[in-house]
């Protein structure tokens, strides 16, 4: 069964700007807390943002202040708009739900370089 679907990643310059998206099959998904994950080649999976049911966001540092989580539980779909990206942020991207729920999503690749 397909749990999560990522899409929108891609190559963008320094300083650019993508959005990703998160289709959810998840069962009462406006009742739970949400998350973007990301992978870098030799580096294990991390926590990127958060957002409650209520709508409280929370990033981590790295990100804060250019990225925006967000959510429409009518669609049941997560969104990540990533502004000001740099090199550092280039990996693959994941959505799940807090506690993560197996199987993981496939994942969309960003991919920031000059």
Do not use: H
């Amino acid at each position: 069964q397909v749990q999560f679907v990522e899409s929108g990643g891609g190559l963008v310059q320094p300083g650019g700007s993508l959005t990703l998206s998160c289709a959810a099959s998840l069962s009462f998904f406006g009742s739970k807390t949400m998350a973007w994950y990301r992978q870098a080649p030799g580096r294990q999976r991390e926590l990127v943002a958060m957002i409650l049911a209520d709508g409280t966001k929370n990033y981590v540092e790295a990100v804060k202040g250019r990225f925006t989580i967000s959510r429409d539980n009518a669609k049941k779909t997560l969104n990540l708009q990533m502004n000001g990206l740099n090199p550092e942020d280039t990996a693959v991207y994941y959505c799940n739900k807090n506690v993560n729920q197996l199987p993981w999503g496939q994942g969309t690749q960003v991919t920031v370089s000059s």
